[in-house]
């Protein structure tokens, strides 16, 4: 297989980021302090256009001070195949995939999650109203998918969700299998940006990031994984990993401001409950 996969990655990116008239690396990242293990944070880019994602995180000019290691495309780009020539592992890719930020280093996306995780950016437009998706420059049809008139949704209670596509999922599965080769990861800090910042809602109910979770992680404790009582199942629907409750509680706990204990005490209780109704109805 020649390089190894993030070294191939590596390679593709700045071949695309050339052709994008943009820097190889990000310029907003900072030095990773020593951690035992990484986390992965997945986040929704609001946006259809993978090319304008790279260009905000790249562009000096800007301003975004935002970036990410990575960003999955929902598909692969029709240049994908020529910019991937003598990269094996990338040829083979479903979705094309840009890295940003080397993972040695922190890319900012999470604040304060942001020395603990890597930062995965899927393309997905997020909330859906009238059949287009809000992004940070307003209400844009979908770029490339014009001839789609209305694009695929997925309903959750009363609110549409753009849907992440199968091949997405499979590449954040991937890139989390490679990180964990180079620096080891951490299971039930694999989660969502609305789990560690109770101001977000990405990437939203319809990313299976606890199907995720158990693909990449699997575990021999699978039994332990259902829900005994009526928090652990909400923590569960919220994103949370419940092979290690008491951890997935500390990490609720720290962002919404409670003593971070690991006990689902009352406050707890009432505040799982709260961030359930505000991310699901
Ligand atoms: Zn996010």
Redesign the pocket.
Known sequence: MGAPFLTQLGVFSSRYLEELECPAISPWRSPRPAVDYLGC?V??TADRDIERVLKWFHRERYQAKASAHFVVDRGRIPRHDSLAVGLPAIEALPCTVVSCVPIEEAAW??TAANPWSVGI?VVNAGKLKNGLGHTRFGMLPPPRETEVQIPERSWHYSQAYHSYTFDQVMTVGRLLTEVDKEIPMRRSRVLG?SNV?KN?Q??GPDFPINALRSLVFPTEKYSSLKPHTVHEALLATLGYDLLDVSESVRIFQKMMSIDADGIVGLETRSAILARFRELFY
Do not use: S, V
Request: aromatic share 10%.
């Open positions: 944070i986040h929704w996306h999470a950016e940006h910042q977000k990405d990437p």
